[in-house]
């Protein structure tokens, strides 16, 4: 399997920004990491070894990022204010230097389909219904789209804007629902219901989403399927395999 990383100091974050891509051909998936991971952490975990069929064969090409949640939702000793102010550098940096780098290797630029475990669900998710002018779906595993549990329940504009369940319910723009509407048949919310999984948060983004207007695909898996990676070896290759997002 083809293997590149690339690198860029980003002044947005203050550090140099990996990337590593895999493939050589296909539709471009953008991969969030889990909790405070690095972009090589779904290799590491057998995941990239899990979709690499699909990868050789031209059907998807991969772009794997670099969290920042250690210095933002995760930093549990900064002042929730911070973190949330500090997290919208991110999304410019995913915005503004990733996404032009993913269509610039790519040929042109085309939709990019987000997808991530645990915290980078939450991730794939929000970055989709923020910017659906940029992602044009999203393979959500696992995921939890409430801040209030990283920020106790503080909320200002910055943490308003990027908790998924306090402002789908809120939409009103018609450009920007009109483009997630359109989206709908590439948005998969994914997640088990075995220890340590949370599905009542899919479910509740679901509600939100379809009240909105918006159809997507729920999908609980069994209660067998925990919250760990041999859960998500099985869900990414499943959906690459069976859902069309080129």
């Given at each position: 399997m083809r293997k590149e990383v690339h690198s860029w100091y980003s002044h947005r974050i203050g550090r140099e920004m990996p990337i590593a891509v895999y493939g050589?051909?296909?539709?471009p998936l953008l991969m969030f990491p889990t909790a405070a991971a690095d972009f090589e952490e779904y290799e590491r975990f057998h995941l990239i070894g899990a979709i690499s069929h699909l990868i050789n064969a031209g059907k998807v090409k991969v772009y794997a990022i670099d969290s920042v949640n250690r210095h933002t939702w995760m930093a549990s000793g900064v002042h929730p204010g911070r973190r949330a102010y500090l997290h919208e550098f991110y999304d410019q940096y995913v915005t503004q230097e990733v996404a032009p780098f993913i269509w610039n290797h790519q040929g042109g630029r085309q939709g990019i389909i987000t997808t991530g475990a645990s915290v980078g669900a939450y991730h794939a998710v929000n970055f989709l219904l923020r910017?659906?002018?940029?992602?044009?779906?999203t393979i959500a595993m696992s995921g939890s789209y409430d801040l209030s549990q990283f920020v106790d329940d503080y909320m200002d504009h910055n943490?308003?804007?990027n908790s998924?369940?306090?402002y789908v319910p809120n939409m009103h723009d018609h450009w920007q629902l009109t483009m997630?509407?359109?989206h709908g048949k590439r948005i998969h919310v994914l997640t088990g219901q075995g220890p340590y999984e949370a599905p009542h948060?899919?479910?509740?983004?679901?509600t939100a989403l379809w009240d909105k207007g918006v159809w997507h695909n729920l999908d609980l898996w069994g209660h067998d399927m925990?919250?760990?990676?041999p859960t998500w070896r099985l869900m990414l290759p499943h959906y690459l395999e069976t859902r069309h997002f080129g």
């Open positions: 050589h051909f296909g539709f910017h659906p002018d940029i992602f044009s779906g943490v308003y804007i998924p369940l306090h997630i509407r359109d948060q899919s479910r509740r983004l679901s925990r919250h760990d990676w």
